[in-house]
């Protein structure tokens, strides 16, 4: 006689239903305990784990056990007890396991970061040069080497590269396709066709693509976000460089719009009928407040030097009170605070971040900024508005670009786990 499963029109018992919910509860529990370690203000020990996240002993030894086994967390000295008893050891973010790669390229440069698991900066390389006559695919090899410095040197700091993400000053579709990147030249450039036989950026890891591509504010933003101490929820980050681009923050997540191609503030208008852009419209932001207007203003156009030693210049000129350099910046500044005037009367926010280039300059930029976001903005009068320089400065891109690679792992340490098992 056969079993009852075998009969015509019974239903043969899932036997792999309790498997998966297991499975499920497992990477749910790794991901609890991992995250409140990742977010503790000083390393929780097990039991104060069990406590906080309503988890039994002895399934949070047998979580913490695994993450140590995979290097996702290791355990601290224990803290010196003046009472009976041996002191419980305190458990803190792995600083030699996964880590994540940042990649950058501008118009104006190319770096590369690495970020390890607690966030903390282990590699970064800039490489100076003008990429706008350099093909993609030239461009894309030569940020292949910088990859390959950095994994080198990561790897001799016993870390072990996760995944990478590529920021790029432009419009970047769900594929990695870069749409346009006015000021690079670029459009419909398929940037992983492009690296494809590059494996350490190609491979699949855990279903996930090892590189992700992003716009590069949107990156800055994320790396603002997370710097540092927690901060307001919600703020535009600006990142001045040759072109100018946005990052928006809304309730502590990046906004990306209907198809992630928000925060092109750049290419807002401040005079409809001004100096013709790069990207076919004219009297864009950029023309006013770009890098390359702002030092030509100065009188500093032609003189070789590169971005963040022009920023210095600048900020040098102005500090020893250069009428042109003065005048530059001020201008900068007031039609930088016509489109942010713009932006916060849509979205009402309440800070402003001065990222890239901007950074260094901020002492000079804030007033006219904050002089436009007054006349202009609407609930200005008992609404004020933060301007401030950004924490990470030119830095923000690719820091932001390898921290949400380490982010992904805290949020999902299961598929890190099977990998390195």
């Known amino acids: 006689m056969p079993h009852l499963w075998q009969c015509q029109g019974v239903r043969r018992p899932d036997t792999t239903a309790g498997a998966v919910r297991q499975g499920s509860l497992r990477e749910l529990n790794l991901a609890v305990v991992l995250g409140r370690i990742a977010a503790a203000e000083r390393p929780p020990s097990r039991a104060e784990l069990a406590a906080e996240t309503g988890l039994t002993r002895a ?245 070789d030097l590169p971005a963040d030693s022009a920023a210095a210049r600048l900020a040098e000129l102005a500090g020893a009170g250069d009428p042109a350099a003065l005048r530059a910046l001020h201008d900068a500044g007031t039609a930088l605070g016509v489109a942010v005037a713009a932006v916060v009367n849509l979205l009402d926010l309440d800070t402003v971040v001065l990222g890239g280039g901007y950074a260094p300059l901020a002492r000079w930029l804030c007033p006219p900024v904050l002089a436009e976001i007054s006349a202009r903005v609407l609930t200005a009068a008992w609404s004020p508005v933060t301007v401030r320089p950004a924490t990470l400065g030119a830095t923000a891109a690719a820091v932001g670009a390898a921290g949400s690679v380490v982010r992904r792992i805290v949020a999902r340490p299961g598929g890190w786990l099977a990998r390195a098992s």
Do not use: K, M
Request: with cysteine; glycine share 14%; aromatic share 2%.
């Open 59 to 303: 399934t949070v030894s047998a979580v913490v056990e695994d993450l140590v086994t995979g290097r996702l967390v290791a355990e601290a000295e224990p803290t010196p007890r003046t009472g009976a008893g041996r002191p419980a050891r305190g458990l803190v973010l792995a600083d030699d396991g996964p880590a994540g790669l940042g990649l950058e390229i501008n118009v104006d440069y190319l770096a590369a970061c690495v970020v390890d698991l607690g966030g903390r900066v282990r590699h970064h390389t800039v490489r100076r040069a003008d990429l706008r006559p350099v093909s993609p695919a030239e461009t894309l090899a030569r940020l292949v080497e910088l990859a390959a410095q950095a994994r080198a040197d990561a790897a001799n700091q016993g870390l072990t590269l996760a995944g990478a993400a590529l920021a790029v000053p432009g419009l970047v579709d769900d594929a990695g396709l870069v749409r346009l990147a006015p000021n690079l030249g670029w459009r419909d450039v398929p940037v992983p066709a492009l690296l494809a036989g590059h494996p350490p950026l190609t491979e699949r890891i855990d279903g996930v693509p090892p590189l992700v591509v992003d716009n590069e504010a949107n990156l800055a933003a994320l790396g603002e976000l997370h710097a540092g101490p927690p901060g307001p929820a919600s703020f535009l980050h600006i990142s001045g460089e040759v072109g100018i681009g946005a990052g928006i923050v809304l309730d502590g997540d990046l906004f990306r719009g209907a198809r992630g191609w928000s925060g092109e503030i750049g290419h807002i208008p401040v005079r409809p009928e001004g100096r013709p852009c790069r990207c076919g419209g004219r009297g864009c932001l950029e023309r006013y407040a770009g890098q390359e207007a702002v030092l030509a203003a100065a009188g500093l156009a032609g003189a």
